[in-house]
């Protein structure tokens, strides 16, 4: 029978949630709920046109449709390593787009996606990639997040020998210590992690470049370099007031606990910020105890990080089921403390001003002056990249927008030869699946640049701009096997 609307994915009660650092929103489909699912996609394959890696969609859906998951998994594997991971927590702008948006809802591929990874433990026995021999080039990555990991894999796999250095005591970047465990659980990226190990790949984790290695060592002992450094400097709103002992930037605060801290946070929390980070820490200090949490923004709701898109909607709406408030358009102008502590926040209301271009500004009321009373305020405010490391020589040499991301070719190659990066330090997107298509870029520049491109297996080549080929009559055309 056909089937229009969406198959509804079943949430857990708010009130369980919040009891549980672990317990995820949303519980996987069940076999039939998949399998009614896909049959509703039509294999126009306009969504990959949204996906920044460029994966086939349309393919893997009917994969799954047609009750095949493992094929799904080798479908998604041609540009991402990480399925269970993005099925999970991607931003699935792809789904913004599906035609079947306003013909009872679009199509639920991140769920999907995540539906068909769950079904294998191993990736390795319906992967079956086969060993390579050694080409005799090495390539050293800095940073275990998910650039890092994926321009990793798929250079590993070809025969590229690859060292990941990492400065955390854990893989993953913010997978693994900014996203919270109730969105991303721990053996999930356990399980994606571990496959990429056991394709040869060594991860010398507790290791900082620029500390416990030179990165003038690395860049002379290596063919190529890769930066997956990500973001990891915080940028704090400089409140008078800051230098209490009752406040953290929130990648500090998620970090801390990700690595099993139990931090008081007391009974009222209010972070400042909108997007990601933000919910995140709000709902992780719900989890610690706090009573009150409030998210102030200092523009409106429609002018939050993310907004408009489903990802951001269902962001705030779980947010929301699970009691933490949203305060628009207010400015904090002092952190009042008692001693070292934070005993209140004074703030402004804002206006929005257009000033007939751009986007319009928060401009606040200083006529009239409001406080809370709290006990802990976490700042969610942005983080830009550590370039510490490079040394001085390197730093200089290394070309940035002036907004201080790197600057790449379309190779991935940023302004010093055989260096290349991807990821939250050079894109502008700065989530997970731009990440994974920064890495894949970068492998298909760093084989060429290595020279290796007639020495590969082409089978295990990313597959980049997959979109070009796809329109809604090429994409049959393109994966006939596919494509119903
Ligand atoms: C709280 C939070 C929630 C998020 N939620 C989502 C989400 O739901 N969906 C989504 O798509 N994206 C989300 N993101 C964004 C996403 O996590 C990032 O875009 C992505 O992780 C960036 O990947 P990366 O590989 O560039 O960097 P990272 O994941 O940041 O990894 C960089 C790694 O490099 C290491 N490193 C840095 N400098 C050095 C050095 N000198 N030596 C050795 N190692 C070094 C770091 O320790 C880190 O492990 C979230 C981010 C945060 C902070
Ligand atoms: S946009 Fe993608 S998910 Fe939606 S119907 Fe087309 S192929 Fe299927």
Not at 387 to 396: C, M, R
Request: aromatic share 8%; glycine share 8%.
């Amino acid at each position: 029978m056909l089937r229009f609307e969406r198959v509804k994915i079943r949430e857990e009660e708010p009130e369980k949630r919040l009891k549980s650092f672990t317990l995820e929103p949303t519980i996987g489909y069940s076999n039939d709920e998949a399998t009614a699912e896909a049959s509703r996609c039509i294999g126009c394959n306009m969504c990959t046109q949204a996906c920044p890696a460029s994966l086939d969609i349309g393919g893997y859906i009917n994969s799954t449709a047609i009750g095949d998951p493992a094929q799904t998994v080798r479908i998604v594997f041609e540009n991402l390593p990480f399925p269970a991971i993005i099925g999970r927590v991607c931003t699935h702008n792809c789904e913004d787009i599906c035609v079947m948006y306003d013909t009872g809802g679009p199509l639920a591929i991140r769920h999907l996606k995540r539906y068909a990874a769950d079904k294998f433990d191993d990736y390795s026995k319906i992967l079956n990639v086969k060993k390579r021999a050694f080409l005799n080039k090495k390539v050293a990555v800095i940073g275990a997040g998910p650039a890092g990991m994926s321009t990793a894999y798929y250079l590993a796999i070809q025969g590229v020998k690859v060292t990941v250095f990492e400065s955390l005591p854990v893989t993953g970047g913010f997978m693994r210590v900014g996203i919270p465990r109730y969105r991303l659980p721990a053996d999930v990226i356990d399980k994606e992690i571990q496959y990429i190990q056991s394709q040869g790949v060594d991860i010398r984790l507790n290791t900082t470049v620029g500390k416990d290695v030179q990165f003038n060592d690395i860049m002379e002992e290596y063919d190529s370099v890769f930066l997956g450094v990500g973001n990891h400097k915080p940028r704090m709103t400089g409140t008078p007031g800051s230098d209490a002992n009752n406040i953290m930037h929130a990648t500090e605060f998620l970090k801390r606990v990700a690595l099993g801290e139990k931090i008081n946070v007391g009974k009222n929390v209010i972070v400042i910020g909108g997007g990601f980070t933000a919910n995140d820490a709000a709902r992780i200090s719900q989890r610690l105890g706090a009573k009150n949490v409030y998210i102030m923004y200092r523009r409106r709701e429609t002018d939050r990080p993310g907004y408009p898109s489903m990802n951001a909607d269902e962001e705030m709406e779980e947010s929301l089921d699970e009691g933490i408030n949203y305060m628009w358009e207010v400015t904090p102008f002092e952190y009042a403390k008692t001693g070292e502590t934070i005993t209140s926040i004074k703030y402004w209301e804002n206006q929005m001003v257009s000033d007939g271009a751009g986007r319009s500004k928060p401009v606040p009321n200083k006529e009239k002056t409001f406080s809370m009373d709290i006990d802990f305020i976490i700042e969610a405010t942005g983080q830009e990249t550590n370039f510490s490391f490079l040394g001085e020589d390197y730093a200089k040499r290394l070309k940035l927008t002036p907004q201080g991301h790197i600057i790449v070719d379309q190779n991935g190659m940023t302004s010093i030869p055989k260096l290349f990066s991807g990821g939250d330090s050079t894109n502008l997107t700065r989530d997970l699946i731009s990440a994974v298509r920064d890495g894949d870029t970068a492998v298909m520049g760093i084989l060429n640049y290595l020279n290796l491109m007639d020495r590969v297996n082409e089978e295990y080549l990313p597959l980049l701009d997959r979109w070009k080929k796809f329109s809604p009559l090429s994409a049959k055309m393109a994966y006939p096997e596919r494509i119903r």
